[in-house]
Each structure stands twice: as structure tokens, then as C-alpha cells.
């Protein structure tokens, strides 16, 4: 406590962080860092990969596919277990097999290894990403040290989205291999520095047991959730395979639900998601993610195959979004203190919107300046304002023991919404495909899933406009805790670091 006579607090932008806490972040960037890149660098490199191995286009999906499966489906058990057994030994254990796993991939010579390998690295990504996010939230005390901290963590997914896309394009101009091999070596060294960094956490205590049948359900119903969306515009959204699968997925989830409201010890409690907050949180990552998937893929496909731009080109046109990211790192978290996540999620959408009803204007004959810079700049301006806010909404307010739980929950809600949204949008696009592929016949098969893009976008608008209603009091209960115990929230994010 302060006396009224005590000077006011340091703002969040003039307090000085150790050495040590830039350390232990930037090591946790490190793996958010990874997981987006690799992501974005396996895409370019497919063709060549196809090439090379004799792949069939069906195997190729699974490259991608298998990475999403193992990371979408998982990451609510990662989440708990960070919880249970320790978020730094998690963390290390699942980013050592995520370097090893980048290792075999660029090693081996069949396409079921080469998935396999991949389906491996998206299980580590499926625990270092709900770990890393709950080693921040519990380092770093909620308030300008926590938005600060989640701004720069954040940030780093967006910026290693993109340059895995510019590295792609280089990197498969030697040899597939590179891209594959590339995130061993960086996951290696921030192993090393994460042994001597990252704070020691200890196991829950008095958890009341562990939920092995919640986590089972959950585990198996996210699997096939991911599983059914990814085959769906394969195999038909409306075949007998795709609607048994969802009816099986809706069967285990309410099961699934059932047992999580009667377990002492629940891998996910329910009653999270009874805060406003947390449901715009989880709906709004779903929606920003889901809407840029599938705006991306239809763009690369306009860029190469309409535009016959290379992998390159391509990847240099995304570039600008992801340079707005980043250089926006270092100030969101001043921005979010000033203004609050609920109004920047607002205003982020909003531009998102407007971002993508602009790239409807695109021709067969664009100028890059005039019809796809302004889009570009526009969505980047979105993912920088949205992304650290939905990071800083979905984790504020909730207790020590349950930020692995509902970091998984928020990586869930992105990876489901990017795979459901991606085959939404495949599927409106394969269906309005040209009988005779003219560029002008194409371009217009790719308008309505630009439509649709625009839509979801609108979806997470109008999701999260309701949040406005409560930011002023959320606002000022914030700040009254922030403001008061700032010097005391920066000597205990310390204590926390050096206590080995």
C-alpha cells in the first residue's frame, strides 16, 4: 500500500526490466516464434517436397495437416499438464522434442515420415505454446507488466508467421530440406537458454487427482474435430463419413462436459466460461484466425497461380502486414493500459473488416500500390491491435493454477478456428470452381470466398462489440490495481525469475 503521500508509480513504459526477464521472454518468443514459422514455411515448400518424395497431392495435405492435428487436438491436455507437472519442465521437455522432430524431418526420404515427423512437432507445439503462455501470465504480475510482456510474446507468432513465408521462399530455392531443418538449431539454443533462465515452477499441489477420463474425451474429441474439418472438403462436408464423425464429436463432447462438471480435479473447470470475457476472448481469437487462414490461402493463390507471381514475390507482397506487427511490439502494451483490450479488439476488427471488403476491388491486372498494399497494411494494423488483447483479456483475472488451462483453451480456440474456417472457405471456393479456368472465370471462384473471409471477420466484430458495455468499469478497476502496487509488481516478477 501506498500512503497518500507516496509519489505515484512509475508508468509501465519507464519501469526498467532486468536482464534477466528480457531473457527468460525472449526465450519464450523463441518457441511462440518457432511454432508460427513453421506453420507458414512448410506451405511454399510443398511443391518441391512433392517432387522430390513422389508425393500425391492428398499426401501433401497431410504435411500441413498432420502438424494442425497433433497441435489443434492436444493443446488442451498441454495445457493442463503445464498446469500439473510444472510449467518449465514442460516447457523444456516438449521444445527439446520439438528441435529433435525438426531434425528428422529435413533427415527423412518417405512422405508417412516426413507426417509423422510433423505430427510430432504440432504435439511439442501443443504443450510449449499453453506452458510459454503460463509462465508469462505467472512471471509477469497482471496489469502494464503483463500487457508489456504479452504485447512482445504476441507479437512474435505474427512476425514468425511472417518470415517463415519470406524465408520459405529462399530457403526452397536451395533445398525443401532447409525449411524443415531451419527451427532445430534456433529451438536448440533456446533450450539451452531456457535451463538457465526460464523460473522453476512448482507442481500443483492439492489438484485432487488428475482427470484421465476428461482427458481422454478431450483429447479425442479435438482430434477428430480436427481430423473431420481438415478430410471434410476431400470427402464431402455432407458424405456419410463427415456427418458420423461430427456426430461423434458432438457425442464425446457432451460426454465430455458431463464428466468435467462431476471431476474434482477438471481438465478444463466450466465455470471459465461463464465470464463474458473469456467466451469474447475465445469466439474473437476464432474468428481472427479463421478469417486469416483462409484469406491467405486464397491470396497465395491469386498471387501465383492467377498473377503467376513466385513463392518469393508472394511472400515479400505479405510482408508489409507483418512488418506492422512488429514494429508495433514494444508500444501495445502502453496502448492496451491506455485504452483497454475491449476497445483495441473493436477497433481491430473493424480495420480487419475494412481490409478485407477492400481486396474485393482486385483484378486480374492489380496494382500493388493501389488495391493490395492498402489491405495489407490494414489487417496488419488488425493482428497488431486484436491479437495481445484477446492474449491479455482471455488470461486477466484468472488464478496462478489455471493459466496453462486457459492458454491451452485460447491456442485451441485458434487452431479449431483456423482448420474449420480454412475448410469452410475451400469448400465455397471449390464450389463455385469455373468449368472453363479463364483468369477472370477464376478470379471470380475465389470472390466468394473472399466473401466469406469478410463475413467471419464481421462475426468477431459483432461478437465482441458487447465487451464495450463493461470496459469502463473493467477499466478502472485495472488501472486502480496496476497503479498502486507497479514498483511492488516489477520486485515480484523478479523474485519469481531468480528463485531457483
Known sequence: MTSPLSPPAAPSSAVRWTPRLWGTLLVLCAAMFLDALDVSMVGVALPSIGSELDLSTSTLQWI???????????????????DLLGRRQVFLVALGVFAVASLLGGLVDSGPLLIASRFIKGLSAAFTAPAGLSIITTTFAEGPLRNRALSIYTTCAATGFSMGLVLSGLLTEASWRLTMLLPAPIALLALLA???????????????GYDVPGAVLGTASMLLLVFTVVQAPEVGWASARTLLSFLAVAAMLTVF??????????????GVLRSGNQIRAQLGAMALFGSYVGFQFL????????????????????????ALVAASSTKMGAIVDRFGTQRLIVVGFALMVVGYALFLRVSVDPGYAS???PSMLLIGAAFALVFPSLNIQ?????????????????????????????????????????????????????RPGLVVVTFIALAGLL?????????????????AKSTVTEAEAEAEAERVVVND
Open 463 to 479: 461478437i465482441t462489440l458487447p465487451g464495450l458495455r463493461t470496459r469502463r468499469s473493467q477499466q478502472s478497476i485495472v488501472v
Open 394 to 446: 482471455a488470461t486477466n483475472g484468472v488464478d496462478d493454477h489455471e493459466q496453462g488451462m486457459v492458454s491451452g483453451l485460447l491456442n485451441t480456440s485458434v487452431q479449431v478456428g483456423g482448420a474449420i474456417f480454412l475448410a469452410v472457405v475451400t469448400a465455397v471456393v471449390t464450389a463455385h470452381a469455373p468449368a472453363h479456368a479463364t483468369p477472370q472465370a477464376v478470379l471470380d471462384s475465389y
Open 64 to 82: 500441413v495437416s498432420g502438424y494442425i492435428l497433433g497441435y489443434g487436438g492436444l493443446l488442451l491436455l498441454g495445457g493442463r499438464t503445464a
Open 257 to 270: 462436459v458431463y464428466v468435467e462438471r462431476r471431476s474434482a480435479g477438471p481438465l478444463i473447470r466450466l
Open 299 to 322: 491470396v497465395t493463390l491469386y498471387m501465383q497461380q492467377l498473377l503467376g507471381w513466385s513463392a518469393l514475390h508472394t511472400a515479400l507482397a505479405f510482408l508489409p502486414a507483418g
Open 194 to 208: 531456457g535451463l538457465k533462465l526460464l523460473p522453476r515452477s512448482e507442481r500443483e499441489k492439492d489438484h485432487n
Open 371 to 373: 488495391m493490395i498494399l
